[in-house]
């Protein structure tokens, strides 16, 4: 009885060393093709686009004819001088009309409406205190030039006083202009300027003219 050697057949013969498994290095992400990059998606921009107005602007609404002053607003120089200058011919006209109470009556319908008309106008352009909303000025200048004494150069120099105070805007007048928002706030800065200015002309009659 002849017994079996061990299988001749093998995987791996006795004379050959086992063949080990080429790797291959994996390919780095710096050294990749730039065009198998993903490119991240631009964030959409957040600037506002704000109207720019023009006559059909200021024809296309009461409130942002009112505002502006009947285009007075307009003016590329100076806007809210140009709107304190209207308030000269303004005065003129509505004290030839009415008497002193007449008058009063109708600043305190001007400084409704102003809220209303401003408030309008501010939301129509995304900005509130645009320069070109000019009616705050004419209707304050209107109450100061009410209480001026009588005389171009008592209201040339309550023009000057009014408009010193429009500009700077002292302490509490860019207070409340910060602290305000909408249509009152637009009209209640000035009416602090003109009471600034009703002030100092009443110092300077009371204790330099006498």
Not at 26 to 31: G, H, L, T
Not at 85 to 94: H, N
């Amino acid at each position: 009885m002849t017994t079996s050697g061990p299988d001749s057949r093998s995987d791996n013969p006795p004379d050959r060393e086992p063949v080990a498994a080429e790797s291959k290095p994996a390919p780095s992400i710096d050294q990749g093709d730039e065009a198998g990059r993903e490119t991240l998606p631009s964030l959409p921009s957040l600037r506002i686009e704000r109207p720019v107005p023009d006559k059909a602007f200021v024809r296309g609404s009461a409130a942002h004819f009112i505002a502006f002053a009947g285009g007075v607003g307009l003016s590329p120089v100076a806007p809210g001088t140009a709107g304190t200058l209207v308030a000269f011919p303004l005065f003129w006209v509505l004290e030839y009309i009415f008497g002193s109470s007449g008058f009063l009556l109708f600043l305190v319908a001007a400084f409704g409406i102003g809220i209303w008309a401003c408030e309008v106008t501010g939301q129509a352009l995304r900005d509130p205190d645009h320069g070109g909303i000019v009616w705050d000025e004419v209707t304050a200048f209107l109450l100061v030039l009410f209480f001026t004494p009588k005389g171009l150069m008592w209201q040339a120099f309550a023009f000057l006083l009014f408009r010193l105070f429009d500009i700077i805007k002292p302490a509490p007048i860019r207070y409340y202009e910060k602290k305000m928002q909408g249509g009152f706030g637009v009209m209640f800065d000035d009416l602090l300027a003109a009471f600034f200015t009703l002030l100092c002309l009443a110092f300077w009659k009371a204790y330099v003219t006498g």
